[in-house]
């Protein structure tokens, strides 16, 4: 069965520093991974994908996401944390044989100035 | 251009009252999705259309969920006698093709209160 762990709640960063936040999964295929944030009443926004290739992918607003397979994880990073990054961040997967996307619980995170 | 937009933003109902959900996809986007998120989780698959046909709603709760999207465009989540546990809020997505790497984009999600 599919699976996502994002295993923080929450991550506090302070602004200018680099941050991190952490994925795992568990696919019985070729794993399509994504991430996403959702801003206090707003819908999720698409920030970037893994589907094959190089392991680092980048995408919007200077955030950039590794693929690690021996590990199966998917970790969001992004150089220097700005406090309108803070919102709440997404990992989802899905494999060849499935369109569901299967979606972690969700990390807050909170980039104080 | 336009994104995805649901109607009404929020709807509150009574406990046994019927309420209906519109999606408006991105045009010409194929594929369309409906997610229940609850409060502070991550968004639960309900069901899948690929143009009119619902291809998958092993994700829809009980039968007083029904979903539709006649002409390939536009769908309705329908939840019949209303309780309160449907309270949640519901996402539509839709991506521009069928297949595990294509990305859905979201709309802003329809808030559900049922009193």
């Known amino acids: 069965a599919q699976s996502v762990a994002q295993p923080e709640d929450q991550v506090n960063v302070a602004e200018g520093n680099p941050l991190t936040v952490k994925c795992t999964y568990s696919v019985s295929g070729n794993p399509y991974l994504f991430w996403y944030v959702q801003y206090p009443n707003r819908g999720l926004q698409f920030l970037l994908k893994?589907?094959?290739?190089d392991n680092l992918v980048k995408g919007s607003y200077g955030f950039e996401a590794e693929f690690n397979k021996s590990q199966t994880s998917f970790h969001l990073k992004k150089p220097s944390a700005l406090v309108s990054d803070s919102a709440l961040y997404f990992c989802a997967v899905r494999d060849d044989s499935n369109y569901q996307l299967i979606w972690g619980a969700g990390t807050k995170l909170i980039i104080k100035p | 251009g336009a994104g995805v937009s649901q109607s009404p933003r929020y709807k509150v109902a009574k406990r046994g009252q019927d309420v209906a959900l519109r999606c408006d996809p991105i045009s010409g986007h194929v594929s369309l999705f409906w997610y229940q998120q609850a409060l502070g989780q991550g968004p639960e698959f309900l069901t899948y259309f690929q143009n009119e046909a619902q291809l998958d709603k092993s994700g829809l709760p009980s039968d007083r969920f029904f979903a539709e999207r006649p002409e390939g465009s536009v769908s309705t989540l329908k939840i019949q006698r209303t309780q309160q546990e449907d309270s949640a809020v519901y996402l539509c997505a839709s991506s521009w093709k069928q297949g595990p790497s294509y990305e859905q984009y979201f709309g802003p999600g329809t808030r559900l209160t049922v009193t």
């Open positions: 893994y589907i094959t290739g």
